[in-house]
């Protein structure tokens, strides 16, 4: 073969390989934008259902499509396509309100219409107590041997769907509440750990959130670490990555 052919032959090659970087790059982005995208945990307030150091993947079409599925919040188009309504109990990523940009994860409550109340610490919806059962307690490793343990009950709600919840503060800020009505086309968000989440009950930071802020429902854990590792500290995987909890499914 000739020096020629030697040299068309080798940008082929290399455009081959480019053609094959563009084409991954560009089902990368339909993945993400359309079916799923990556999340990490950054706070407590899902615990025990999602740990800080977890990450997961949430399903951008369960809900339809607003502006915010896509990246920077592109003002594409106003309210939601191919719309389908969360059930409650679901596990929902949505645009904090207050500033349509922060990424929240809490589980849906209140659907349109509702009326929701906490009285000495038990959920109330539409006037009726939430079933909660008392289990055995959360255990989270504290310093050096000594384990922290929290109290854990069994929420189960009207259409079946049963979660943990933690209960860390006997009439705790957010165990006494008014009642709140959901509007048209809002939800309204409780994390599990009632006295460690900011949600919808306190409504200056976050309120009742608007159907076009939902983000996606959150599937599956991919990966979980301890957190006070990271996921790039390839080197701690041994011992800080919580084998157990890969590819579990959120509830």
Do not use: C
């Amino acid at each position: 073969m000739s020096v020629d052919a030697d040299k068309m032959a080798s940008k082929g090659s290399n455009w081959e390989t480019v053609r094959v970087v563009i084409h991954a790059l560009i089902l990368a982005l339909i993945v993400r934008v359309f079916l799923f995208q990556p999340f990490n945990i950054p706070s407590g307030s899902m615990i025990p259902t999602l740990l800080v150091g977890d990450y997961l993947f949430v399903s951008k079409y369960s809900y339809g499509y607003s502006r915010y599925s896509f990246p920077f919040g592109l003002n594409l188009f106003s309210g939601r396509v191919w719309a389908a309504e969360p059930k409650r109990g679901d596990v929902v990523v949505f645009k904090l309100p207050r500033d349509n940009e922060t990424d929240y994860i809490k589980r849906v409550i209140g659907l349109p219409g509702d009326e929701i109340q906490m009285i000495h610490g038990v959920l109330h919806i539409n006037g009726n107590a939430v079933d909660k059962a008392k289990v055995d307690d959360f255990v989270m490793p504290g310093l050096g041997t000594r384990n922290r343990h929290f109290t854990r009950y069994m929420e189960t709600l009207s259409n079946g769907v049963s979660y943990p919840v933690l209960d860390l503060v006997n009439e705790g800020v957010g165990d006494n509440t008014e009642v709140y009505k959901v509007p048209e086309e809002h939800f309204f968000m409780m994390g599990d750990n009632r006295d460690n989440s900011t949600d919808s009950r306190f409504l200056s930071e976050v309120g009742f959130v608007p159907f076009e802020n939902l983000v996606g429902k959150a599937q599956v854990i991919f990966f979980s670490i301890d957190d006070d590792a990271s996921f790039w500290q390839v080197w701690r995987w041994p011992t800080d990555v919580r084998w157990d909890r890969i590819f579990k499914v959120v509830n």
